[in-house]
């Protein structure tokens, strides 16, 4: 037997985890806080204490108990379901609905999402201007803070963002757990390529008519954030496909399936993270020699970036999401987190500590504000 | 040159580590930094395109926006363009409107704020029918669909 | 000749979002080399040609009273979509399937060329507005040559959008890019088919 098998564990003692979490600990709590606690609201402060000590206890527990899935999914659910209603909140206290208005779009105040992207690369190319009516600095969700944000997620996590970064994935990934056994069991990993061919449609058509195609007419979070005012046909019927969408790759299928369906057949943004897979220095690593093929981390990976024959060629597709769930199943420790470059089955703690560091310390900052705003409102109704 | 390798891959994620560590902090900087970039403007499809002319009425002020047939590559055979009211704005908002200024009207655009009615009566062929006609924060927007 | 042309150099955007949207997919699905890619878009674009030249003949017999018929441009249109669209989605769904896949007939359509002529001829009957002024215009014409000739315009103009298509073949032998042109293929299906019934649907609402 070889070494890794002997020594299998990502676990460690409280004492070395505590200190392991130590860094974390300030840095968040500097960042969340901007350096400047403010006590003087008390529903406020009772918020940021509660999210700043929530997730570094799920940062320890990941060091503690080795395993990292159910802990991140933990605060990427939480992360998706606090921003959806964060917006929703604000929209219904600023225009007294979920839709935005003609006005709204004139006035070019529709907040930016990370969704729009790949939309925006041709045009911005050919006729040198963004096509989103939103605003390019300041006011909520701008678009030159959200473009900055995806490119170093996307930098350095490649699609890692879909797991640590997305605030929409949290959603499909919640109601994939919500079953113990899939319903449906086999569905071909042909339909993996799908989100290449949405992301090749909706560029073409955003580019020839200077519109983002993707949002006006597919976006299926559209129906848990916000959608154009439905005054006609064509805005009943974009509705209406916002929440089949929303409903049966969101909701139905993941339950059925166990997957994420929408991220893994529909996100174009999903495909352009993908081939920056290939940049990250963060990857999830197949070392051949402790592999038993039992196909485990095949069954459980919720976006299809594993298929036996990957397995067999001890490397995993560039659909691969980070999330952890192979890393977690795989009883012999044959797949872990690694960095390009060192073989596989070496440095493995090393690499898993990097990228926990990395990838923990943007989804707890970029999450932070959605979800303190959450927790706000709920100690409001109880203070 | 696997010690080369595995160098390089840890230069790399350490560096990664370190662009995580001042993306926050120095988000604003980095924004506004990209913010300068020949690109980074709204297109005129959305904007409404620039103002062409500004007439000061007594409680208003009307601004007829230049005309936007921006297409991917070169301009379209079809566009529109964006008529402003910005102010206290009359109940029922009438004028006629010279987008091309060739000093001829080109269209009479007659407004009903409280039903939200707008009636177009071209006298220009290049003028079709009415796109967006919306109360804004500023008072009033009408995009005319024309033709080139 | 010149308006026309320079109208459908305008509107070739738009014929490019109609039918670029599936010529390019189906170019990259392809199993063939560059010439291949070549021939078919030979096909496309002759057919385009034909199609038009039927159209000017058909303009200048019956003049413009047919041609502004809702029935015509609502029913027949949306139900040529509807049927393309279909046929495109089985072409792209069909590809993995077994042998005895009613997908066969559509991959037998493929292998004699007939698919860039099917595409030909939905393009050409897209009835866009730039389409329907020609169809005015040649209409209104005193001679078979002149509509000829307003066609003949509109498709050189229109058509210089789908000359770098063949470059897209350069990247095709690759497995991947066959099978996301294929999928991509299926959702202009989904596009067509939406289209389809959108023009189906406003032809009954308008009557």
């Not at chain 1, 105040?109 to 006729?127: E, G, N, R, S, Y």
């Not at chain 1, 090749?200 to 983002?212: G, H, R």
């Not at chain 1, 999830?284 to 196909?295: R, S, T, Y």
């Not at chain 2, 980095?30 to 297109?43: A, L, Q, V």
Request: glycine residues 8%; hydrophobic residues 50%; aromatic residues 12%.
């Amino acid at each position: 037997m070889d070494e890794t098998v002997n020594n299998p564990s990502m676990k460690k003692s409280f004492g070395k985890s505590l200190l392991y979490a130590l860094p974390m600990f300030l840095i968040t709590f500097v960042f969340i806080t901007g350096g400047k606690p403010d006590f003087s609201d008390p529903a406020g402060t009772l918020a940021i204490l509660a999210t700043f000590l929530g997730m570094n206890i799920l940062y320890f527990l990941m060091h503690y108990t080795g395993k990292t899935d159910k802990f991140r999914a933990i605060i990427f659910i939480v992360f998706a379901l606090s921003l959806s209603f964060t917006l929703i909140r604000n929209m219904l206290e600023i225009r007294h609905s979920m839709s935005f208005s003609q006005a709204d779009i004139v006035e070019c105040k529709i907040p930016f999402c990370h969704l729009v992207i790949p939309m925006m690369i041709l045009p911005a190319a050919f006729t040198k201007s963004i096509i989103f009516p939103g605003t390019i600095l300041g006011g909520f969700a701008n678009i030159s803070s959200m473009a900055v944000l995806w490119l170093v997620a996307t930098l350095v996590l490649g699609r890692g963002f879909c797991s640590w970064g997305c605030f929409y994935g949290g959603w499909d990934d919640g109601f994939s757990r919500l079953r113990k056994k899939p319903v449906i069991k086999k569905i071909s990993d042909y339909w993996r390529w799908m989100p290449f061919a949405v992301l090749l449609m909706v560029a073409i058509t955003a580019a020839l008519s200077l519109t983002p195609t993707y949002c006006s007419w597919i976006c299926p979070f559209k129906a848990v954030t916000e959608f154009e005012q439905v005054t006609g046909m064509e805005s009943a019927a974009k509705a209406g496909v916002f929440i089949s969408l929303f409903l049966g790759l969101v909701v139905i299928l993941p339950v059925l399936t166990r997957k994420r369906t929408q991220c893994s057949f529909l996100c174009p943004l999903g495909a352009m993270n993908s081939l920056s897979n290939k940049i990250t220095p963060f990857t999830v690593k197949i070392d051949k020699k402790a592999c038993n093929e039992c196909f485990k981390c095949v069954d459980v990976c919720p976006l299809f970036a594993l298929t036996p024959e990957d397995v067999k060629n001890g490397k995993v597709s560039i659909f691969c999401s980070k999330c952890g769930k192979c890393v977690d199943a795989c009883s012999r420790k044959a797949i872990h987190y690694g960095i390009k470059g060192i073989p596989a089955g070496s440095m493995k703690k090393f690499s898993r500590n990097i990228f926990l560091f990395v990838s923990f310390l943007f989804i707890a900052v970029f999450s932070s504000g959605a979800i303190i705003t959450v927790i706000k409102s709920i100690f409001n109704l109880f203070i | 040159m696997k010690k080369i390798k595995i160098a390089a891959g840890i230069f790399w994620a350490i560096l990664c580590l370190l662009l995580i560590l001042v993306l926050f902090p120095g988000l604003n900087n980095f924004s506004s930094g990209i913010s300068r970039f020949p690109f980074m403007k709204i297109n005129p499809n959305l904007t409404g395109g620039e103002a062409a002319e500004q007439i000061v009425m007594k409680s208003c002020t009307l601004v007829v926006r230049k005309p936007v047939f921006d297409g991917l590559i070169g301009e379209r055979k079809q566009g529109f363009v964006q008529i402003d009211w910005r102010g206290n704005l009359p109940e029922i908002i009438s004028d006629t409107i010279d987008y091309d200024l060739d000093k001829k009207p080109d269209f009479v655009i007659r407004i009903g704020r409280s039903e939200s009615s707008t009636v177009l009566k071209p006298l220009n062929p290049k003028v079709r029918k009415v796109g967006i006609s919306t109360p804004t924060s500023y008072g009033w927007s009408a995009r005319i669909k024309i033709e080139k | 000749m010149l308006d026309t042309f320079i109208l459908g150099l305008s509107s070739g955007s738009t014929c490019l979002l109609t039918c670029g949207m599936v010529f390019f997919p189906y170019l990259m699905a392809g199993s063939a080399g560059t010439r291949k890619i070549i021939s078919d878009l030979s096909f496309f674009l002759m057919t385009r040609l034909i199609v038009y030249f039927l159209l000017a003949t058909l303009a200048w017999y019956f003049g413009k009273t047919i041609f502004t018929s809702a029935i015509f441009r609502n029913y027949i249109s949306g139900i040529l979509y509807i049927l393309f669209a279909v046929m495109l989605i089985w072409y792209s769904v069909g590809r993995n399937r077994k042998p005895d896949c009613p997908a066969k007939i559509v991959t037998t359509v493929n292998n004699k060329k007939l698919v860039p002529v099917f595409l030909g001829v939905v393009n050409s009957l897209g009835f866009c507005p730039a389409l329907l002024l020609i169809l005015t215009k040649s209409a209104t014409q005193g001679t078979i040559t002149q509509s000829y000739l307003a066609f003949l315009g509109f498709f050189a103009g229109s058509s210089l959008y789908f000359l770098p298509l063949p470059l897209a073949g350069r990247f095709r032998k690759k497995k991947v890019f066959e099978t996301v042109g294929t999928l991509a293929t299926g959702l202009a299906g989904i596009i067509f088919i939406i289209k389809g019934f959108t023009n189906l649907i406003g032809g009954i609402i308008n009557g």
